[in-house]
């Protein structure tokens, strides 16, 4: 069991890249091998993640240099769009090597194991290739994975996130000015979310996405029509079957809110609310979308690829 595990990462100065270091220094299997990133490269890690104590510095490699770095494990924390010329090189160089990708370039290759493990777990044993869903895709699929056989027809989904989910490149919707007492509506058709959680739960989910000012978490909010009359004690059961043992995501009332999950590592679902006739069911979930919906849910990801359990170096 102290046998180190080596994990590379590719874009570590991104948030979520920053996320995943201060989790893997802490863990007691997993040690960083290199951290790839153009605008660091030669400065010290310490120098900005003063968690790590080590001497390693940032370096900046290019996909076939990655490739052969010899890593057991290989994070990508790329924007959408550059993760498939590491992937060929660590293919090539690398077949074994488990590579996480954090972007959504292969939520939609049947090839790669989709690492939501609360509810895909059981196709995860041998994957060396996993996906990571995005975290608006996370909190929609766990707002309405136990009710997704009772549905009757599209599920509308409103979404408010901080504006860490806009990367670190600036633009509108991380522009804390432009942000000050407002809400900024984007992408409202169309989203890429929209189309993994259709393809992921087999059922139609119609998103509509926002960013506000707070810095980090997520406020989902699904509005499900159901084929047939519930009663609360029902649908609370439902969640609870599909929850109740899960230690990263807790089933609450009322409604879970955004500043109490900021920092936290877990995903929270409740606000059950059902019409008057049963047939209308309004459920909130709330997350990080830095931790579980992204650099948390990527170590538990890696902790299952290598046999570990699940939620190693996950701070309760």
Not at 86 to 110: E, H, I, K, Q
């Amino acid at each position: 069991m102290s046998t180190k595990i080596s994990l590379g990462l590719v874009g570590a100065r991104g948030h979520v890249g920053a996320e995943l270091i201060r989790l893997v220094a802490a863990h007691p299997r997993f040690s960083l091998s290199f951290v790839s990133s153009r605008e660091r490269a030669g400065q010290g890690l310490a120098e900005h993640e003063p968690t790590y104590a080590g001497d390693l510095r940032y370096v900046n490699l290019d996909a076939e240099t990655a490739g052969r770095q010899g890593a057991d494990a290989v994070v990508l924390a790329l924007p959408n769009g550059m993760a498939s010329p590491f992937v060929a090189a660590l293919d090539d160089a690398a077949p074994a090597t488990v590579v996480v990708d954090l972007s959504a370039d292969y939520r939609f290759d049947a090839g790669w194991y989709y690492g939501l493990p609360e509810l895909t777990r059981a196709a995860a044993a041998g994957a060396t290739r996993i996906s990571n869903p995005g975290c608006y895709a996370t909190a929609m699929q766990l707002a309405i994975a136990p009710m997704r056989d009772a549905l009757a027809g599209p599920v509308q989904c409103f979404g408010v996130s901080g504006y860490s989910g806009a990367g670190t490149g600036p633009s509108d919707k991380n522009d804390p000015e432009k942000l000050r007492d407002n809400l900024m509506p984007y992408a409202l058709t169309g989203h890429v979310h929209e189309a993994e959680v259709t393809r992921q739960l087999g059922q139609a989910v119609e998103f509509m996405p926002h960013v506000a000012p707070h810095f980090r978490g997520i406020t989902l909010t699904a509005n499900l029509h159901l084929a047939d009359a519930h009663t609360p004690d029902g649908v609370r059961q439902a969640y609870e079957r599909q929850y109740g043992d899960e230690p990263l995501v807790r089933v609450v009332d009322p409604a879970p809110w955004v500043n109490r999950i900021a920092g936290r590592h877990h995903a929270e679902v409740g606000g059950f609310t059902l019409s008057a006739d049963g047939r209308r069911l309004v459920v909130v979930c709330t997350l990080d979308n830095l931790l579980k919906g992204a650099a948390t849910q990527a170590l538990q990801n890696l902790n299952l690829a290598f046999g570990l359990p699940e939620t190693m170096g996950i701070p309760a």
